[in-house]
Nanobody, 123 residues
Framework: QVQLVESGGGLVQAGGSLRLSCAASGGTFSYYAMGWLRQAPGKERDFVATISWSGASTYYADSVKGRFTISRDNAKNTVYLEMNSLKPEDTAVYYC????????????????WGQGTQVTVSS
């Protein structure tokens, strides 16, 4: 199965930006819909964004719509999450995953999780 490794997290000030990357190996990356989810301490793992295998379709959680952009480069086996206008409530571990069930957007629709990358937004 595909293996995923996230990178690009860090500490930023409120209003700042970060770009997360998810590098994939194994499997057939271009055939997979991909997504980003996040989990704050003591909270459930929440959906953030997803992108179809071709990149033609995207979907975002209301909490990040207009601020975050998901994209992919199948030639580089990489999916990205550009995060702008960051808020303290965006602080979480961000995970990349394969979107196995396109009909759903809960965590149960995803699998082959990466290990996550920490994003901390200071006020």
């Amino acid at each position: 199965q595909v293996q995923l490794v996230e990178s690009g997290g860090g500490l930023v000030q409120a209003g700042g930006s970060l770009r997360l990357s998810c590098a994939a190996s194994g499997g057939t990356f271009s055939y997979y819909a991909m997504g980003w989810l996040r989990q704050a301490p003591g909270k459930e793992r929440d959906f953030v964004a997803t992108i179809s295998w071709s990149g033609a379709s995207t979907y975002y959680a209301d909490s990040v719509k207009g601020r975050f952009t998901i994209s992919r480069d199948n030639a580089k086996n990489t999916v990205y999450l550009e995060m702008n206008s960051l808020k303290p409530e965006d602080t979480a571990v961000y995970y990349c995953a394969v979107h196995y069930d396109w009909g759903g957007h809960s965590a149960a629709a995803f699998g082959s999780w990466g290990q996550g990358t920490q994003v901390t937004v200071s006020s």
